[in-house]
């Protein structure tokens, strides 16, 4: 099982940027893909983007495309999406989640972190 604590969310303006980090820990991290999705109340969990176990694959949903980018320090066992141009759709908690491979179905990945909020006001 691996462990993931998400941090990084909170309130900013619309127009304006976060970086959200994902650090996983426990058994065999190195060579899992991580995925993020986000939830809005009365919605379901989507994709927003994800990154295979090596870094050099990356997949984005359209809605995040050109304003989100994923990426990851291994040595620090750590993904991280930079969000820009954020606007109040993105208002959401986001997880991220731990899989085998890389995949924009939730159901792909097995463990997951606890959530962050974020919050864009217009």
């Known amino acids: 099982q691996v462990q993931l604590a998400e941090s990084g969310g909170g309130l900013v303006q619309a127009g304006g940027s976060l970086r959200l980090s994902c650090t996983a820990s426990?058994?065999?991290?190195?060579?899992?893909?991580t995925g993020w999705f986000r939830q809005a109340p009365g919605k379901e969990r989507e994709f927003v983007a994800a990154?295979?176990?090596?870094?050099?694959?990356?997949n984005y949903a359209d809605s995040v495309k050109g304003r989100f980018t994923i990426s990851r320090d291994s040595a620090k066992n750590t993904v991280y999406v930079r969000m820009h141009s954020l606007q109040p759709e993105d208002t959401a908690v986001y997880y991220c989640?731990?899989?085998?491979?890389?995949?924009?179905?939730?159901?792909?990945?097995?463990?997951w972190g606890q959530g962050t909020q974020v919050t864009v006001s217009p």
């Open positions: 989640g731990a899989g085998r491979v890389i995949s924009d179905r939730w159901y792909n990945y097995n463990d």
């Open positions: 426990g058994r065999t991290v190195s060579n899992i893909a």
């Open positions: 990154i295979d176990w090596s870094g050099s694959v990356k």
